[in-house]
């Protein structure tokens, strides 16, 4: 586990104060871009994946992505 993953781990248990405990991944965006991709397999079959990708550098991604969590 890289420490992308485990800062959006951190992110995830203090908003909803529970560890997730599913798949997670972040991988960098392809050649040309700064961001990140985000994928957490939620093991819902309604709702089985979560993608969020931004073209930010890691510590705007880290507060996208809580954003895009608060709103989802």
């Not at 951190?10 to 994928?39: C, F, H, P, Q, S």
């Not at 089985?48 to 880290?62: G, N, V, W, Y």
Request: hydrophobic share 40%; proline share 1%.
């Amino acid at each position: 586990m890289n420490n992308m993953e485990k800062a959006i781990l951190n992110i995830i248990e203090k908003r909803y104060k529970r560890k997730y405990t599913g798949d997670i991944k972040v991988t960098k965006l392809g050649k040309g871009w700064a961001g990140y991709k985000l994928v957490l397999d939620l093991g819902n079959p309604d709702k089985r994946l979560i993608q969020i990708s931004a073209d930010l550098e890691a510590e705007d991604f880290l507060k996208f992505v809580e954003q895009e969590l608060i709103s989802r």
